[in-house]
């Protein structure tokens, strides 16, 4: 999963001390925790001067693993890491939309680019970073784990 755009807004906000601060929403966290026990879950971040403050929040608060991997190199990375059709991926950028066209299963949130929209397998009802990702755990436990 991506995380800039994705578990945030997609906002850097910046003081003369440099990018600050970035907005992740309450919801996702809840999300995420009724797949964790199904799926292993992962998180990219291109954002080198927010990786720190990304690393706080993915690794440290919530415990996931996070890896810092330029939007160029992102494909080549999770297809070597995982196989690219392997993968259930969520993300929001115009670097992300190959990767949503051709991994197993494709997530973007409501207010992604166009191109990563048109890749994706299932676009979220809500918008990065208000429960976004919340929506994406949902749909991922009832469309692959839940018998109806």
């Known amino acids: 999963m991506d995380v ?6 997609g906002q850097f906000i910046y003081s003369d001390k440099g990018k600050q601060y970035k907005i992740f929403g309450p919801h996702d966290s809840d999300g995420l925790k009724i797949i964790k026990k199904k799926i292993k879950i992962n998180f990219v971040t291109a954002d ?3 990786f720190l403050i990304s690393k706080r929040r993915i690794s440290k608060d ?3 693993n996070l890896n810092l991997v330029s939007e160029e190199d992102r494909y080549q990375y999770l297809n070597k890491k995982f196989g690219i059709k392997n993968i259930i991926y969520m993300g929001d950028g115009i670097y992300d ?4 066209s051709d991994c ?3 997530i973007s949130p ?3 680019r166009t191109e990563a929209k048109k890749s ?3 676009i979220t009802k809500n ?3 208000e429960g976004a990702v919340l929506d994406a755990c949902l749909h991922i436990d009832k469309k692959f784990f839940k018998k109806i």
């Open 4 to 9: 800039d755009g994705v578990m945030t807004t």
């Open 48 to 50: 080198k001067r927010g």
């Open 62 to 64: 919530m415990g996931y």
């Open 97 to 100: 939309a190959k990767i949503l």
């Open 104 to 106: 197993y299963y494709g």
């Open 110 to 112: 409501k207010n992604a």
């Open 120 to 122: 994706s397998d299932f």
């Open 127 to 129: 918008r990065s970073a």
